[in-house]
């Protein structure tokens, strides 16, 4: 089956590295070999050896590779071109001085393994993140280990279950039941799953907010162990009875989880251990603007209340005062590794996070600083408004308060036309823009997640608003223009259901005659 392509033009329209092939072109020629020859066969059984002679593989010359990756890669959308709408997922402009930090020569040739001695710089780094972290959300106990949100978020409700098992001995058996609001992002109830807890589902109210009648009749069928809220919440709005559900929760004998993957409306001006919140992870490449393309690396700091400090995983980097002073008269610090704290849960990474994030998030930070990082939140917050109120006569906004970081709207106008979010999406490709975050939260029907962040200037926000206005005119004039997009791009609309359940992920020989025929 061949693709419709859009342009003709080989820097528009690259074929496969594999078409470009043609019998005998190289680009490269190995030098004369200067060592023993060794057979084939001490090296390697024949079993695990090739018996096609690499049959298959492109036959091409160093100019058709440099071209052909360098015309694909103009292809690619990223944050240096334009604003990422992503709702939650935030992708917000990365620092360059960010990068140049993390490229410091003794930070990047640093090995894991290498002993604590050679080590003090990237440790007191870890130290120093762990303190600033703290200090911004309230809470005393930090790991940097977990390597990403979703394990962050199972770090800490795992030192839930320990807490409650070393509280209440035997009888924690009796208390497995985790409160997830029914806007909650879709890991909350599979981290408390694998932790050995059954979910009950917290209504939202019809203002999006969780509904505390129904949460404190959960909490008195018992069994409670804790309740994972996020806060702003999936629709992007604040809960403002966060103090009275921690308190609930709380009375109730259970412990509250905030899933912090995204505090881009809470930093400098609100801390979740001030509400009564007991553990939380964030999410680095969210919030502290470090690398969030292709999926990774990403880095998930697990933070708790000092109850659940003797929980934390191992080793903690910890700071001791050596009695000895230098010759300039200071006291000679140093940090290392301690693995004593009998009561962890263990390791959660083999190593310690991804350090290269930690040295991006605290250079963010200490670019910042405390007003900056402020004035950061407060820019998020006023852009996402900005947008609500700018598309509020165009989409329907299923919820009246104003939000906070990110705002949701519904296809619900459009769809009386049979346009619906993913052809809005789809069409916002046409315009420049990177679509938004679709179908998600699922309380909204049609929903369409948008998050600005504070990387976005008002020209920018005036360009995307004007687009998503001229989608909902096309919507009502043409709706079978918007239906039919994108337009614009080298092919034209996939058909996803396919490519999820039959996807073709590698190329075969026969698939240039099979091309040809389609």
């Given at each position: 089956m061949s693709i419709k392509k859009v342009t003709q033009h080989p820097s528009q329209n690259e074929s496969l590295i594999f078409e470009r092939s043609q019998t005998g072109r190289v680009g490269y020629r190995l030098p004369k070999l200067d060592v023993e020859e060794i057979s084939l066969d001490e090296l390697m059984p024949e079993e695990l050896r090739r018996t096609d002679d690499l049959d298959g593989l492109p036959e091409v010359s160093e100019v058709d590779v440099i071209r052909?990756?360098?015309?694909?890669?103009?292809?690619?959308?990223?944050?240096?071109?334009?604003?990422?709408?992503?709702?939650?997922?935030?992708?917000?402009?990365?620092?360059?001085?960010?990068?140049?930090?993390?490229?410091?020569?003794?930070?990047?040739?640093?090995?894991?393994?290498?002993?604590?001695?050679?080590?003090?710089?990237?440790?007191?780094?870890?130290?120093e993140l762990q303190k600033d972290l703290s200090e911004i959300t309230g809470l005393p106990g930090v790991s940097l280990q977990p390597a990403a949100g979703a394990q962050g978020e199972m770090t800490g409700v795992m030192l839930i279950r320990a807490f409650l098992d070393q509280r209440d001995g035997a009888a924690s058996k009796e208390r497995r039941v985790m409160l997830i609001p029914d806007s909650a992002h879709g890991t909350n109830p599979a981290s408390a799953a694998l932790a050995g807890f059954s979910v009950k589902t917290i209504r939202s109210t019809a203002e999006g907010l969780t509904d505390m009648e129904h949460l404190k009749q959960l909490c008195d069928e018992g069994g409670v162990a804790g309740l994972m809220l996020t806060n702003p919440n999936t629709v992007g709005i604040f809960e403002t009875n966060i103090k009275e559900i921690c308190k609930t929760i709380h009375a109730a004998g259970g412990l509250v989880y905030m899933d912090g993957a995204n505090m881009n409306a809470l930093v400098g001006i609100a801390r979740p251990g001030d509400m009564g919140v007991d553990v939380i992870h964030l999410n680095l490449h969210k919030t502290f603007s470090t690398p969030h393309g292709g999926g990774g690396p990403g880095c998930g700091p697990c933070l708790c209340s000092a109850d659940l400090i003797p929980f934390l995983p191992v080793p903690r980097v910890v700071k001791e005062e050596a009695e000895t002073r230098s010759v300039s008269g200071e006291t000679n610090t140093q940090y290392r590794l301690d693995f004593n704290y009998p009561g962890s849960i263990g390791r959660v990474k083999a190593f310690y996070g991804n350090f290269g994030m930690m040295i991006r998030a605290l250079s963010y930070i200490y670019t910042h600083g405390a007003e900056g990082l402020k004035e950061a939140t407060q820019a998020a917050v006023l852009n996402a408004r900005y947008l609500s109120h700018a598309l509020s006569e165009d989409f329907e906004k299923p919820f009246a308060a104003d939000p906070m970081h990110e705002v949701v709207f519904s296809h619900k106008k459009q769809s009386r036309k049979g346009v619906h979010t993913l052809d809005i999406a789809k069409r916002l490709i046409d315009y420049g823009f990177h679509p938004m975050t679709i179908y998600f939260p699922l309380v909204v029907e049609g929903a369409m997640l948008i998050e600005p962040t504070e990387s976005v200037g008002r020209q920018d926000l005036d360009a995307f608003v004007e687009a998503m206005k001229d989608i909902d005119r096309e919507a009502q004039e043409n709706p079978q223009f918007v239906i039919d997009a994108p337009h614009s791009t080298r092919i034209g609309r996939l058909d996803e259901a396919a490519a999820a359940r039959k996807p073709v992920l590698r190329w075969k020989k026969d698939m240039e005659t099979l091309s040809k025929s389609a």
């Open positions: 052909h990756f360098t015309r694909i890669s103009t292809w690619n959308y990223s944050i240096d071109l334009g604003m990422y709408p992503l709702g939650s997922c935030t992708m917000k402009y990365n620092s360059r001085l960010n990068e140049k930090v993390a490229r410091i020569a003794g930070f990047t040739n640093l090995h894991p393994l290498a002993p604590e001695e050679e080590s003090q710089g990237a440790l007191e780094l870890i130290y």
